[in-house]
C-alpha cells in the first residue's frame, strides 16, 4: 500500500494542482490542455534524451504520427476518437519498431541528424506526396465528423480537460514507475556507459530499441491528443524548425527527472504564452532563458527546485539539532 | 615453463549451507585461448597468444603498460574481435559471440577504469547487476563486500576508489560467474584498501576461478597460483611452481 502510494502521490498532486488551476483561470483551460499535451510529449523525448543521451532533432516527426494517424482516420475513414486514438498508439509502436533497429545504431549527431532527415522527409511526405489524402498545407477537418465518446464527450473542450488528465495521471505513475525501474535504471546506464552494461550480460540494441519505441507510441500519443483537441492537423505540426522546442523545454525543465518535462513545459509554453502578449518574438526570451540554464541551472527547474528542497531540508535538520 | 593441462575431472560441487557453489582447484580447462592474434585496424596488437586457465584457479598476467594484457581481456570479453585464433570457454567457442552473451554465459570482465554508474545508487548498480542474470542473492555477494551494506543509497559518483572497486566486483558476481577477469583491480587503491580486496579475491577465488591483470607484483605473489607474463603481444613465461612465484621470478620477463 505504501509503495503504491509513493507512485500515486505525486502524479495526483500534479493532476489537482492542474484541476485547481483551472478553476482559479477558468479563460486558460485550454492552456492547461496545451501544457498536458505538450507534457507528454516532452517525457517522450526525455526517454531519448534525458535518461538515454540520445538527441534527436525530429521529434516533430512522431507527433506527427500520431497527430496524422488519428487525423486521417477521423477525416477518411471512421468517427470514433477512441479508435483514432488506438489507431495513433499503433502507428508509433509501428514506426518504433521498424526504424527503431535503423536508427538506433547511429550514435551522436548522426541520430539526431537521421531523426531531422526523417522529419524533413515527414513533412514533404503529409505537404505534397499524400496530399490526395492530407490535403497538404489545407489541413485536414474533421471535428464535424467525431462522433460523441461515452462518459467524456471529448468533442467538447472542458470535457477533453478532463480526459487530457486522466491520460496525464497515467502517464505519470508509468513514468514514476520507469524511473524507479530496473527498466530506467538500464536507460540511465547505457547513457553513462553503455560497454559496462555489455559487460553485465545487457543487449543494450534492445533497451535501446525499447526507449525507442516508447518515446514513438508516447510522442503519437501526444500527436493524437493534439489533433482530437484541435479538430485540424496540418503539415506545421510535422515542421523539422520546431524540434529545438522539444529540446529546450526538455532542457527548461530538468533533463531525466519524472516531473522535469511537466515543469519544463510550464516554463516554456508558460513564457511563450507571457512574452508574445508583449512582444511578438518570444523566442529570444526563451533563448535567454534556455542559456541562463544552460550555464547556472544544469538541472533546470526540476532540478533546482529538488536542491532548494534538499538545502531547505538539511538546514531544519541542523537547526533542530542545535535546538537539542 | 610451460604446462600441460591434464583431462578434466569435473570440480563443481555444493557447499554445506546448499547456498554457494565452492569450487576447487582442478585440471578442468575452464578458458582456452588459441593462437589468438588481435589488430586495432592497422595496428597489430596480439601475436598467437595462448593460454589456459584451470576451473579453480588464480591466475594472475602481468606485463609492462602496452603489453596487450586489457587487449588479451577485452578479446576474451567478446569486447574486441580477434583476427585469428580461437576462445573456448568451457569447451564453448565464444570467439564470434557478442559480449553481453558471453556475459550471460557466465564469463564477467571487470574493466580497469573503475567506472561504476555515477548516477545511480549502490542500490541501483547491484539492482542492475541482478537484473541482467535474474541472480537476487544479494547477501552472498555482500558478505564479501559488507561496507557496501552501509552505503546502499549512496550515488556511485560519491563512493571513494576502493568502494567503486567493491561494488564493480560485487555487481559482476551476480549471477554467479564461473569465471571473472579482472582489469588491474588494485590500480590506483591506499594500501589498507588493497588488504581488504586481497580477502576479497580469495573469498572469490572459492566461488569463481579468477584471471587477474595486476602490476603490483607483491600482492601477485601472494594470490596466484600461476602467472602469465606478456611482452609487446605475446606470452613470455607462464610460472606455476608457487616457489618461484613467491619470489617473484617472473619479474626478469618484464
Avoid at chain 1, 511537466?262 to 516554463?267: C, K, M, Q, R, V
Wanted: glycine fraction near 8%; proline fraction near 3%.
Amino acid at each position: 500500500m505504501d509503495k503504491l502510494s509513493r507512485y500515486l502521490r505525486g502524479p495526483l498532486t500534479l493532476v489537482v494542482l492542474i484541476v485547481i488551476a483551472r478553476y482559479f483561470f477558468p479563460n486558460k483551460m485550454t492552456f492547461l490542455v496545451e501544457i498536458t499535451t505538450f507534457s507528454i510529449y516532452i517525457i517522450a523525448n526525455d526517454i531519448l534524451y534525458g535518461y538515454m543521451g540520445m538527441v534527436s532533432f525530429g521529434q516533430p516527426f512522431y507527433l506527427g504520427v500520431g497527430a496524422y494517424a488519428s487525423a486521417i482516420y477521423l477525416a477518411h475513414i471512421g468517427n470514433n476518437i477512441l479508435v483514432a486514438i488506438a489507431l495513433a498508439l499503433l502507428m508509433g509502436l509501428i514506426a518504433g519498431l521498424i526504424l527503431g533497429p535503423a536508427f538506433i545504431r547511429l550514435r551522436g549527431d548522426y541520430f539526431a541528424l537521421i531523426n531531422a532527415a526523417t522529419c524533413a522527409m515527414g513533412l514533404f511526405l503529409v505537404e505534397k506526396i499524400l496530399y490526395p489524402i492530407t490535403r497538404g498545407d489545407d489541413g485536414l477537418w474533421y471535428r464535424s465528423r467525431m462522433h460523441a465518446t461515452p462518459l467524456l464527450d471529448l468533442r467538447k473542450p472542458d470535457q477533453f480537460f478532463w480526459f487530457a488528465m486522466i491520460v496525464l495521471f497515467v502517464v505519470m505513475i508509468w513514468y514514476t514507475w520507469l524511473d524507479r525501474s530496473a527498466m530506467g535504471a538500464s536507460f540511465r546506464a547505457i547513457k553513462v556507459n553503455e560497454n559496462k552494461m555489455k559487460f553485465l550480460g545487457y543487449d543494450t540494441f534492445k533497451i535501446r530499441w525499447t526507449g525507442y519505441t516508447l518515446m514513438c507510441i508516447l510522442a503519437a500519443l501526444a500527436g493524437s491528443m493534439y489533433a482530437i483537441n484541435y479538430g485540424f492537423v496540418n503539415p506545421s505540426i510535422t515542421e523539422p524548425a520546431r524540434a529545438a522546442e522539444v529540446l529546450v523545454a526538455t532542457l527548461l525543465g530538468g533533463a531525466g527527472s519524472v516531473y522535469g518535462p511537466f515543469f519544463g513545459t510550464f516554463a516554456f509554453l508558460g513564457l511563450k504564452d507571457l512574452v508574445s502578449t508583449f512582444v511578438s518574438r518570444w523566442e529570444l526570451a526563451v533563448g535567454v532563458l534556455t542559456i541562463i540554464v544552460c550555464f547556472k541551472f544544469s538541472g533546470g527547474v526540476w532540478g533546482t527546485i529538488q536542491t532548494m528542497g534538499a538545502k531547505i531540508r538539511s538546514r531544519g535538520k541542523a537547526s533542530a539539532q542545535s535546538a537539542t | 615453463m610451460t604446462r600441460k593441462s591434464g583431462a578434466a575431472t569435473g570440480s563443481l560441487k555444493p557447499s554445506e549451507n546448499g547456498k554457494h557453489v565452492m569450487i576447487e582447484k582442478s585440471n578442468e580447462r575452464i578458458l582456452e585461448v588459441k593462437e589468438l592474434s588481435v589488430s586495432y585496424k592497422t595496428l597489430h596488437v596480439l601475436f598467437d597468444v595462448s593460454l589456459e586457465i584451470q576451473t579453480g584457479e588464480v591466475v594472475v598476467v602481468v606485463g609492462r603498460n602496452g603489453a596487450g594484457k586489457t587487449t588479451l581481456f577485452r578479446t576474451v570479453a567478446g569486447f574486441l574481435k580477434q583476427d585469428s585464433g580461437t576462445i573456448l570457454f568451457k569447451g564453448e567457442d565464444i570467439g564470434h559471440l557478442p559480449s553481453y552473451e558471453v556475459a550471460l554465459k557466465g564469463l564477467k570482465y571487470i574493466q580497469q577504469d573503475k567506472h561504476v554508474f555515477a548516477d545511480l545508487t549502490v542500490r541501483e548498480n547491484l539492482e542492475l547487476g541482478s537484473y541482467a542474470t535474474k541472480d537476487y542473492d544479494w547477501d552472498r555477494v555482500l558478505e564479501h563486500f559488507p561496507k557496501l551494506k552501509t552505503l546502499m543509497d549512496r550515488k556511485g559518483g560519491n563512493l571513494s576508489g576502493g568502494e567503486r572497486q567493491m561494488l564493480l566486483m560485487a555487481q559482476s558476481l551476480l549471477g554467479k560467474p564461473e569465471l571473472v577477469l579482472m582489469d588491474e583491480p588494485t590500480e590506483g587503491l591506499a594500501p589498507h584498501v588493497i588488504e581488504d580486496l586481497k580477502g576479497a579475491f580469495k573469498k572469490i577465488s572459492e566461488q569463481s576461478t579468477l584471471v587477474i591483470i595486476e602490476q603490483n607484483l607483491p600482492l601477485t605473489a601472494e594470490v596466484a597460483h600461476r602467472v602469465y607474463a606478456m611482452k609487446e603481444g605475446k606470452i613470455v613465461a607462464e610460472v606455476a611452481d608457487k616457489k618461484e612465484i613467491q619470489d617473484l621470478a617472473f619479474e626478469k620477463y618484464l
